[in-house]
Nanobody, 122 residues
Framework: QVQLVESGGGLVQAGGSLRLTCVAS???????MAWFRQAPGKDREFVAT????????DYADSVKGRFTISRDGAKNTVYLQMNSLKPEDTAVYYC????????????????WGQGIQVTVSS
């Protein structure tokens, strides 16, 4: 069973930066990792995903050019660098893992972290 633990959230002013970290344990090899987020009263939405090798990534249009997803295979860790943060980025951010083809659909990710709060003040 893959287990995921997020860290690095917090409160930041608009225009600031944060880096989220997700550490994986269990049979992690070969997995595709992703970040999703859920704002109050809204559905959980896709943010970014990265392949096992780190050679390919995909982003939601709302974060392109501001967020960067990366991974360190040796540390079983995935990162989400968030720059130029906006108040609308405020949400609980979740790390997720799946095996197989790339997907931006939350329903296809069977493994989830507990989530971490990111709050961007205006």
């Amino acid at each position: 069973q893959v287990q995921l633990v997020e860290s690095g959230g917090g409160l930041v002013q608009a225009g600031g930066s944060l880096r989220l970290t997700c550490v994986a344990s269990g049979p992690f090899s070969g997995s595709r990792m992703a970040w999703f987020r859920q704002a109050p009263g809204k559905d959980r939405e896709f943010v970014a995903t990265i392949s096992w090798s780190g050679g390919s990534a995909d982003y939601a249009d709302s974060v392109k050019g501001r967020f960067t997803i990366s991974r360190d295979g040796a540390k079983n860790t995935v990162y989400l660098q968030m720059n130029s943060l906006k108040p609308e980025d405020t949400a609980v951010y979740y790390c997720a893992a799946k095996f197989g083809v790339i997907s931006t659909s939350k329903s296809l990710y069977p493994h989830w972290g507990q989530g971490i709060q990111v709050t961007v003040s205006s």
